[in-house]
């Protein structure tokens, strides 16, 4: 009798540094660290640990899955690129697990404020994650964006091309203008310009600091 | 007297410190751990949460069948109990 197969994301006598050091470097890039205070750190590993052990994946101690697969995976840990934005606005992921780097005092995060709305930077990546001359996508809440990189200069505008919505990330940049990868049309990144009738896109503010790209968005509200 | 009802899940760290904050303040309340439930019951429960709270974060706080606190929202827990 062969054993029952189990499709499990972490092999069993997965611990909480284990967890720590697969999680740590993935939200560093996202602009994240884990809560400072480290017993709440702890309190919410070992949950995940025990919902490993029923379910075979690290999914959210805060929220319940709905037994819809499509929703389900916006709830394995770290959550983050799902909910960028409201995370941002509230510096924190929702358990409160991780915090915005900027966060000194995490314990002052405890609990939730609800539904943020407004204008929110969010942070997308560090600033040595995009060369120089690249262009590459961030979704961000329910935001396509092509964030692109000229020089030390960064600009965000709309990932889709007018013309027959084809992902601009995936185009060549060329100086400060971005060429559609399908069929050519030109975008100035700064501003979203191009030559064709009504088909300019939208553009994003950025700004950097600390070593990472923000990028401005609104969200619902 | 108000009605108080808490959905919560018994892995989750705000569940907790809200009812540790409910206890604290002698407030009397029911609670379901919905992740202790099963099959139909675990249903119901996720669709109702989804109804009144328009997501699946908790806890989910009802009071006097009427206004719904998502999270542990302290302050407002303290007003609308009146601690
Ligand atoms: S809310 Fe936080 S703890 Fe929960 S899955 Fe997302 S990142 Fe992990
Ligand atoms: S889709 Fe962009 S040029 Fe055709």
Known sequence: MSEPRVRRRFAPGTTIEDLKEYMGPFVDRLGYKFNTESWFVDDVLTSELEILEQTGDVYCPCRVRTGDPKEDVKIICPCIPFHRDEFAAIKKCWCGLFVLKEVEDGSELFGVIEEPSGEVEVPVFRVEDLPPGQIRHVKVGKADIAVARVGDE?????????????????????????????????????????????????????????????VTVRIRG | MHKVFVYALSTCPYCRAARAYLDENGVEYDVVEVDKLEGEEYKAAVDEVRRISGGTAFPVIVIDDDSVIVGFNKKRIKEELGL
């Open chain 1, 154 to 214: 960064f600009f965000a505008l709309s990932n889709v091309c007018r013309h027959a919505f084809a992902p601009l990330a995936d185009g060549f940049l060329d100086g400060y203008h971005v060429m559609c990868p399908w069929h050519g049309w030109r975008y100035d990144v700064r501003d979203g310009t191009t030559d064709h009738p009504d088909a300019d896109v939208r553009t994003y503010p950025v700004t950097v600091r600390e070593g990472h790209v923000f």
